[in-house]
């Protein structure tokens, strides 16, 4: 079965600093890989999604993240945040093959942006 | 438009009324989702519509009634919930899931249920 591991349930950085939020999964298959972002009282919002071929993808906001087979992982980072990037961020995981394409959500990473 | 509009924004209701959420896309998606979210916790899938057609129901209890009237909209009916059932309540929308993906959901901002 799928599932998602975003480590550190809370971060908090200054403004103007990089940020790297960490995401881990575990499929069978290749996976379909999603970071969705959610600010106070509203719904989700799609910042990037990683498919096939490039690693590196980049994102809205400046945001961009890097799919590593060999570790797993899709870490998301943004050189520079600004204080309108404090909000909920997920990492979601789907595959055409398990559960129908349905999306696996990590537990969340508050991001605090401090000025 | 990459729009889901969801109404009302806002729902207060006891525990013997009846209330509807909607759900609303033209994006000519034909995937349609339900969530429920508690808060700090990640979306909870409640139900799936593929082309019109109930495809995944997640063991959802039968107080919550989803129904698809076409394919750009999307209801939830509710009926004698529990305070345990006040939560934000988001609808998605995604292309066609029977011809292959990965095809990303757009959610809509959510309405707030309280049950008191």
């Known amino acids: 079965a799928q599932s998602v591991t975003q480590l550190g349930s809370h971060v908090s950085v200054s403004e103007g600093a990089l940020v790297l939020l960490r995401c881990n999964y575990s499929?069978?298959?290749?996976?379909?890989l999603f970071w969705y972002v959610q600010y106070p009282n509203q719904g989700l919002q799609l910042l990037l999604k990683y498919t096939t071929g490039a690693t590196l993808v980049k994102g809205i906001n400046g945001f961009e993240a890097e799919f590593n087979k060999s570790q797993t992982s899709f870490h998301l980072r943004k050189p520079s945040v600004h204080i309108s990037d404090t909000a909920e961020y997920f990492c979601a995981v789907s595959d055409l093959y398990n559960q129908g394409g349905k999306l696996i959500f990590g537990q969340g990473t508050e991001l605090s942006v401090k000025p | 438009d990459t729009e889901v509009t969801q109404t009302p924004k806002h729902l207060v209701m006891g525990m013997t009324n009846k209330k509807s959420l909607k759900c609303e896309q033209h994006?000519?998606?034909?995937?349609m989702y339900w969530y429920k979210q508690k808060a700090k916790k990640p979306p909870e899938l409640m139900f799936v519509?593929?082309?019109?057609?109930?495809?995944i129901n997640e063991s959802v209890p039968s107080r919550f009634s989803p129904e698809c009237p076409n394919s750009s909209l999307l209801n939830l009916h509710l009926h004698a919930l529990q305070p345990e059932d006040s939560a934000l309540y988001l609808c998605a929308s995604s292309q066609d899931r029977v011809r292959g993906g990965p095809y990303e959901q757009y959610f809509g901002p959510g309405t707030r249920l309280t049950v008191t």
């Open positions: 994006m000519g998606h034909r995937a």
């Open positions: 519509y593929s082309y019109e057609k109930l495809s």
């Open positions: 499929s069978s298959v290749p996976p379909y």
